[in-house]
């Protein structure tokens, strides 16, 4: 076990717990990130206690995981109802039990604060001058980034939530961002001083995804019903605009109009919940399949564990992430780990993780008939698909929540070192 300053972690991930199942809610790649990155830390003999609003009555006060990560659910506010723009209102509550927290025990007792979100960062910048230790932020994704971006249908992020990211930008001794393109976002356009902001990469858990033998493919396309034939087109993530899982269901309306002969092998899964905006509408994708005429190969499957996501990427021809923006794109870090090819945005942290014409193809656009010609591409030409599928193997390489959980470490070394220097000249 390596030997390290940090000895023990204060994680705030206010307004989604790392033990809620991704995919429907507020509950996305964050969540992952989250536990995966305290996960490895704890590994390294590093304690990780994680601070997140309680959603349930039943839930436990505090929930020990198996890997030794320990979840703090804190009462503030009513369990149920409250959105997450309802959430500031509750940020006093909650920053003032997790500053009892550690007030039960003796001075020091946390050596790092690394705050997820915007509202998280509130209360690490509090527990920061409180405690005295230094305060790493992720962003995870941004509001200007967002509204510069927004999707038809979608609702602007408030102005408010601008002004409480630029307060944490300000309080933070270090920003990690996901991919280099965040760190200039978050230098552009929240005036982050490109001293104080790191890029480490999320990873993969290529236990989990893992490309399958030709076998246990067939096997997986069994279990989902899926023919061994099929041409599986699979989406998976929260639907909302902001993902545009539409684009993708108007990409193949128009392909199975060019194409009526692929009609009868497409299946289209959509492996997820609503989610933010989408939650006004639930049913608004299924209408659109049925307006559409493709409801006969759209399928709609509810959100799932890591596991048996890893078998419908393992049983896709092609995975579409086509949203308006991803802060990194994990959905897509994770099928090109189990060989899926991937049909992505060029946007975001994307831009990072597909490697355009070797693991997959970036499309600059959302019209859906630019779309259904990509689409049209990997799905008609084997060579295409195979090599792709070879591609995407070799970026997941990349990829690893080890690297990202040592080079997390290096960045709270860097934070104390610059905190102790701020001390210093102050003194």
């Known amino acids: 076990m390596e030997e390290t300053a940090i000895g023990r972690v204060a994680m705030v991930s206010l307004h989604t717990s790392p033990l809620d199942q991704p995919g429907?809610?507020?509950?996305?790649?964050?969540?992952?990130?989250?536990?995966?990155?305290?996960?490895?830390?704890?590994?390294?003999?590093?304690?990780?206690?994680?601070?997140?609003?309680?959603?349930?009555?039943?839930l436990d006060p505090v929930v020990h995981?198996?890997?030794?990560?320990?979840?703090?659910?804190?009462?503030?506010?009513?369990?149920?109802?409250?959105?997450?723009?309802?959430?500031?209102?509750?940020?006093?509550?909650?920053?003032?039990?997790?500053?009892?927290?550690?007030?039960?025990?003796?001075?020091?007792?946390?050596?790092?604060?690394?705050s997820h979100y915007w509202l998280s960062g509130?209360?690490?910048?509090?527990?920061?001058?409180?405690?005295?230790?230094?305060?790493?932020?992720?962003?995870?994704?941004?509001?200007?980034?967002?509204?510069?971006?927004?999707?038809?249908?979608?609702?602007?992020?408030?102005?408010?939530?601008?002004?409480?990211?630029?307060?944490?930008?300000?309080?933070?001794?270090?920003?990690?961002?996901?991919?280099?393109?965040?760190?200039?976002?978050?230098?552009?356009?929240?005036?982050?001083?490109?001293?104080?902001?790191?890029?480490?990469?999320?990873?993969?858990d290529t236990e989990v995804f893992r490309p399958l033998s030709a076998q246990d493919r067939a096997r997986a396309r069994r279990e989902r019903d899926l023919p061994q034939d099929a041409l599986v087109l699979l989406f998976?993530?929260?639907?909302?605009?902001l993902k545009a899982p539409d684009v993708l269901l108007r990409a193949v309306a128009e392909l199975v109009n060019r194409r009526p002969d692929l009609r009868g092998r497409l299946v289209v899964p959509v492996v997820g919940g609503p989610s933010g905006s989408g939650l006004e509408r639930p049913t608004a994708l299924a209408n659109l399949a049925a307006e559409l005429r493709i409801d006969d190969v759209v399928?709609?499957?509810?959100?799932?564990?890591?596991?048996?996501?890893?078998?419908?990427?393992?049983?896709?021809?092609?995975?579409?992430?086509?949203?308006?923006?991803?802060?990194?794109?994990?959905?897509?870090?994770?099928a090109q780990a189990s060989g899926a090819p991937v049909v992505a945005a060029a946007?975001?942290?994307?831009t990072t993780v597909v490697r355009d014409g070797r693991s997959g193809l970036l499309l600059d656009t959302h019209d859906p008939s630019e779309w259904a010609s990509a689409l049209e591409r990997v799905v008609t030409d084997p060579a295409l698909r195979d090599r792709l599928a070879a591609g995407a193997l070799v970026q997941a390489e990349q990829f690893s929540w080890e690297a990202t959980a040592a080079q997390t470490l290096a960045v709270y070394e860097r934070a104390r070192s610059l905190m102790r220097k701020e001390a210093g000249a102050l003194s």
Not at 26 to 50: F, H, K, S, T, W
Not at 134 to 158: C, F, Q, Y
Not at 236 to 241: F, H, K, N, T, Y
Not at 347 to 350: I, K
């Open 65 to 114: 995981t198996e890997d030794g990560v320990t979840v703090h659910h804190v009462h503030a506010g009513p369990f149920e109802g409250l959105s997450k723009e309802q959430l500031p209102g509750q940020l006093c509550v909650f920053a003032r039990d997790v500053l009892r927290t550690e007030a039960a025990h003796p001075a020091g007792h946390f050596d790092i604060v690394h």
């Open 236 to 241: 998976a993530g929260r639907i909302q605009p």
């Open 122 to 204: 509130q209360v690490g910048a509090l527990a920061r001058d409180r405690w005295g230790v230094p305060l790493v932020h992720s962003m995870h994704t941004m509001a200007k980034v967002k509204n510069a971006a927004l999707a038809e249908g979608d609702t602007p992020e408030p102005l408010a939530r601008e002004i409480g990211e630029e307060q944490v930008v300000e309080a933070a001794d270090v920003l990690l961002a996901n991919t280099d393109l965040e760190a200039k976002q978050l230098i552009n356009l929240y005036d982050a001083d490109p001293g104080r902001v790191e890029v480490v990469h999320p990873g993969v």
């Open 347 to 350: 946007v975001g942290g994307l």
């Open 299 to 334: 399928r709609f499957v509810p959100p799932v564990p890591q596991d048996q996501l890893a078998g419908w990427y393992s049983s896709a021809t092609l995975v579409a992430v086509p949203s308006y923006n991803e802060s990194f794109g994990l959905v897509a870090a994770e």
């Open 24 to 58: 429907t809610g507020d509950a996305g790649g964050m969540n992952v990130y989250v536990l995966e990155v305290a996960r490895r830390l704890v590994a390294r003999g590093i304690e990780v206690d994680v601070f997140t609003r309680a959603t349930s009555s039943s």
